[in-house]
């Protein structure tokens, strides 16, 4: 049976190869990933600790775009190129931009913190590969569900947990909005409302009384190091640093989507 089944995936490549899936960073990997489990493994261009605001792309990334039967990504004013991706793929090839797809657009860009935008873009993704291969529909659609039920399940635990809890933090810049507004906590201030954003002196001001009026216990950075201005406010007010992307999650066997939530959750923990 083995034999019957390599001879017609021999003489029918098309029929057993996964679709040629590229993703742009590594939370859109995994989500995507988490869903063709089975089927095949999604391409990564991005790589962890390099910057998607400050990323260039190399040759070997635009031959795998120009390959690709389908692009995920977040949105063309997050990942640095990106805007040029609609001009390097195949005219075959299937397009998603996430942020335009949620209705984020002008919003903060990581929404993989938010467990309401997760589902939806496990939806939203789960249709694009379906469209694109529906001869593995069942397992597509068997991935999701399972996925589905994690999250949902991570969601109605956390919201327990924070229910009447609110640590006191701030970031660095804007990557806990979504978060914030499912789980009902608010970030004291933020350094930049953007990654790339540069603050003033009236800036500074505001998240100078804003630390006054309210002190906070940490700051909370997906850099590493944190910025000389972050670590300039933390050493002032006696604010712990916390980079969010250190931290062990509390399940290593979880799927990589709900560690990227666990981790936040716990940085948030030392901010109590």
């Known amino acids: 049976m083995r034999f019957l089944i390599l001879l017609l995936c021999l003489q029918s490549a098309a029929l057993c190869a996964a679709p040629r899936v590229v993703t742009s960073i590594p939370p859109l990997h995994e989500l995507t990933a988490a869903i063709m489990k089975g089927v095949g493994d999604p ?73 309401e935008l997760l589902l939806r873009s496990v939806e939203i993704i789960l249709a694009a590969l ?17 996925l ?16 009447s809890r609110q640590p006191r933090f701030i970031t660095d810049h804007e990557f806990t909005a979504h978060f914030e507004a499912e789980m009902g906590i608010k970030a004291i201030a933020t350094i930049h409302d953007q990654h790339d954003s540069q603050g003033g002196f009236k800036d500074l001001n505001r ?20 910025s000389p201005l972050a670590q300039s406010l933390a050493q002032k007010y006696q604010l712990q640093i916390v980079n969010v992307l250190t931290i062990a999650a509390t399940n290593s066997q979880s799927p990589l989507t709900l560690q990227r939530l666990d981790q936040l959750s716990m940085a948030l923990r030392n901010c109590l």
């Open 130 to 146: 379906t469209k694109l291969d529906s001869e593995n529909r069942a397992q597509y659609k068997v991935n999701a569900e399972s």
């Open 148 to 163: 589905i039920e994690a999250i949902k399940t991570w969601r109605e635990n956390k919201q327990n947990q924070w229910h």
């Open 207 to 226: 998240i100078e009384s804003s630390l006054r009026t309210n002190p906070a216990a940490c700051l909370l950075t997906l850099e590493n190091p944190a």
């Open 43 to 115: 391409a990564l261009i991005i790589k962890d600790h390099a910057s998607a605001h400050h990323f260039a792309f190399k040759p070997s990334h635009m031959i795998s775009l120009q390959q690709a039967d389908l692009v995920i990504w977040v949105g063309r004013q997050f990942e640095a190129g990106f805007n040029r991706v609609p001009d390097v793929l195949p005219p075959s090839a299937q397009q998603l931009e996430l942020m335009h797809e949620l209705g984020i657009e002008n919003d903060d860009g990581h929404f993989w913190y938010s467990p």
